[in-house]
């Protein structure tokens, strides 16, 4: 069983489609974090979200952090095909950190 | 500034035999973080080092291990080896120890195991 569930674990769409990847944990945690892997590469830290509640933007992308700090969303306006890769997101559990199993999205042009 | 580098790229073994894994960090970054990355488990943290000391471990068996050297390089060893271990091996590093700090990541080792 996975400490960060994240769901759907794959989505397949058009360009220009909105679409949203979600994050969700029994556990409380102090942060959560996103990154994105594309194929050959590690995964790039796209934004940390630390306050219940909070909403970061970046670009097309935003990102929110539940109120009870245990599950978070991100949701991409507009999807471009640069935005194909594998979505992660992790959090600090016990010092380790502990990432959800994925979404891999693909952006049909 | 260089990113954190991993050697080999790829690795091919078969059973029962070993294997080290190389990882350069970001200049100035002291802690190396190495994580297993397969399609059935995804990312799972092995262990993480620190000016020279095992700060956190993950739960994997002992045939796991690695060191960190004084310029902060930092080496994994697999031993016996099998099917099951093979995976994309990634390692980050960032400058401190701790849950403040952001892991930069490298490309990875794939190993396969035959």
């Known amino acids: 069983t996975q400490l960060l569930e994240q769901s759907p674990q794959f989505l397949s769409i058009q360009e220009g489609e909105n679409l949203t990847v979600y994050c969700n944990s029994s556990?409380?945690?102090?942060?959560l974090q996103w990154y994105r892997q594309e194929p050959g590469e590690g995964p790039v830290l796209l934004v940390t979200?630390?306050?219940?509640?909070e909403v970061k933007k970046l670009k097309r992308l935003t990102f929110q952090f539940g109120d009870a700090r245990k599950d978070s969303s991100l949701h991409i306006t507009a999807a471009q095909p640069g935005d194909t890769g594998l979505y992660l997101c992790?959090?600090?559990?016990?010092?380790?950190?502990?990432f959800g199993a994925g979404t891999i999205l693909r952006v049909k042009s | 500034k260089a990113g954190v580098t991993q050697t080999p790229r790829y690795l091919i073994k078969t059973r029962g035999q070993q294997v080290t894994l190389s990882c350069s960090p970001i200049?100035?970054?002291?802690?190396v973080s190495w994580y297993q990355q397969t399609p059935g488990q995804g990312l799972q943290f092995l262990f993480e080092?620190?000016?020279?000391?095992?700060?956190n471990k993950g739960n994997f068996p002992g045939r796991f291990s690695g060191r960190q050297f004084s310029n902060s390089r930092s080496e994994m060893n697999v031993s016996t080896l099998e099917l099951g271990d093979s995976a994309l091996y990634l390692c980050?590093?960032?400058?401190?120890?701790?849950?403040?700090?952001?892991?930069?990541f490298g490309p990875g080792t794939r190993l396969t195991v035959l």
């Open positions: 200049s100035g970054h002291r802690s």
């Open positions: 979200v630390v306050t219940g509640g």
């Open positions: 992790a959090g600090f559990y016990g010092n380790k950190l502990v």
């Open positions: 980050a590093s960032s400058w401190t120890s701790g849950s403040s700090d952001t892991q930069y």
């Open positions: 556990s409380v945690f102090s942060s």
């Open positions: 080092y620190f000016s020279e000391t095992q700060r």
